[in-house]
């Protein structure tokens, strides 16, 4: 019989042959180069040497160095963590399927061995489901990343847009304060917040959208054919301005629909120039004729409409 120390060391080899998967290239900066660069520049010592700097173009010079020290170093660092964790779930991945197929294999070559692979499968095959669950790296590590990323972006163009200002109006301590939210920037907590806070939106957005629905009303027939005379009568407008020769004629039409547009409270400072801005304004007219639920309400639509000086045919 196989002894089980030699199974678990063959169950483990493809995990030593995976530790090196990476799925990003090496750093042309490594971590070590960019910890030096900024240790010559530490934030106290560096803010006193910048006080004895007497002309402006110095200090902004001076400013800006130290700052695209830290700008780096902090890119370095924040290279490093997204590697690992891509190193994380790709290679981890690819062990786990490594050892799963070596296992099935193994079994058919030894065959005393089999309880003991047998059982070793299954101990991998867990480990797999639990990282699988735990992490979820397939899916969620890219969203997360991206997050990360456009939340660093964002915090690198304003210090950036200070660095374009005189040192006196961006001070090197207020570099530092934004070198730190850019370095926090990069944190899976931040991006996961940020998702929630989309994520919210959304929310709030979709139930506006259902309350939206759940309020319109079911019409019956002769209000639905209320509604539905009203607005051929308003489309007739553009449909006579299409066809009609005389410029005179299609500029009175689609200063008709901007009328009946402004009687209804709707924002339509100048009357529509073609056939896509007045088709437009009639798509929100017709957004307040279709909210009325009764053959009334439509009347008065229409009576607002006509006291505006439309006539309606």
Request: a negative charge.
């Amino acid at each position: 019989m196989l002894p089980r120390k030699w199974v678990l060391a063959f169950a483990l080899l493809p995990l030593s042959a995976c530790a090196t998967f990476d799925g990003r290239p090496k750093s042309v900066i490594t971590v070590a180069q960019a910890d030096a660069m900024v240790a010559l520049y530490p934030p106290d010592k560096a803010i006193e040497q910048l006080g004895g700097i007497g002309p402006v173009d110095a200090r902004n010079t001076y400013r800006n160095k130290v700052v695209a020290a830290y700008l780096a170093t902090i890119d370095a660092h924040y290279g490093e963590f997204v590697k690992g964790l891509s190193r994380s779930g790709k290679g981890s991945h690819l062990a786990f399927d490594t050892i799963l197929l070596g296992l099935t294999g193994a079994g058919a070559i030894f065959d005393h061995a089999a309880s003991e692979l047998s059982a070793v499968a299954t101990g991998v095959g867990g480990a797999r489901s639990s990282f699988d669950r735990e992490l979820f790296a397939d899916k969620a590590l890219p969203i997360l990343t991206s997050l990360m990323d456009s939340r660093r972006l964002a915090v690198r163009t304003e210090i950036l847009r200070g660095l374009s200002k005189p040192e006196g109006t961006y001070t090197l301590e207020e570099a530092f304060s934004d070198l730190m939210r850019y370095e926090a920037a990069g944190t899976i907590d931040g991006a996961l917040a940020d998702a929630a806070v989309d994520a919210g939106q959304r929310a709030q957005e979709t139930k506006y959208d259902y309350s939206k629905a759940k309020d319109l009303c079911v019409v019956d027939d002769a209000t639905d054919e209320a509604r539905r005379t009203l607005m051929i009568a308003l489309e007739n407008f553009e449909r006579k301005a299409e066809t009609s020769p005389n410029a005179a004629t299609v500029a009175q039409s689609r200063q008709s629909i901007q009328k009946a547009a402004q009687a209804l409270g709707i924002d339509a400072p100048v009357a529509p120039a073609d056939k896509p801005a007045a088709f437009t304004l009639l798509m929100s007219i017709r957004d307040q004729v279709e909210a009325q639920c009764n053959s009334a309400n439509v009347d008065a639509l229409s009576a607002k409409i006509t006291a505006a000086g439309v006539t309606l045919q």
